[in-house]
Nanobody, 120 residues
Framework: QVQLVESGGGLVQPGGSLRLSCAAS????????AAWYRQAPGKQRELVAS???????NYADSVKGRFTIARDNAKNMVYLQMNSLKPEDTAVYYC??????????????WGQGTQVTVAS
């Protein structure tokens, strides 16, 4: 089966940058659409950024101009480049992707999440 694993989270000062990675493992033909969500304590999970199979991207207003989502099918990876980080970006970040596996089965998968803490 397909699994998604996020990495790259950690503690960063306001104004700093982090790049989150989402590695898809298993028998994978391609990552189709993908997205990053985040969830802060006591709050609902929110969509941060998404990318379609055609490469079109969309961002939450709160991160537009600061975050960039990218997909690399050759490496079976999804990335979220986060710049100019703010304390309000603190959350657990989750990778979500639509993946076509080795049997050409298309399904949606979630990673386990990675903690991002922005604080001085």
């Amino acid at each position: 089966q397909v699994q998604l694993v996020e990495s790259g989270g950690g503690l960063v000062q306001p104004g700093g940058s982090l790049r989150l990675s989402c590695a898809a493992s298993g028998s994978i033909v391609s990552i189709m659409s993908a997205a990053w969500y985040r969830q802060a304590p006591g709050k609902q999970r929110e969509l941060v950024a998404s990318i379609t199979s055609g490469g079109s991207t969309n961002y939450a207003d709160s991160v537009k101009g600061r975050f960039t989502i990218a997909r690399d099918n050759a490496k079976n990876m999804v990335y979220l480049q986060m710049n100019s980080l703010k304390p309000e970006d603190t959350a657990v970040y989750y990778c979500n992707a639509e993946v076509r596996d080795g049997t050409l089965y298309l399904d949606n998968y979630w990673g386990q999440g990675t903690q991002v803490t922005v604080a001085s």
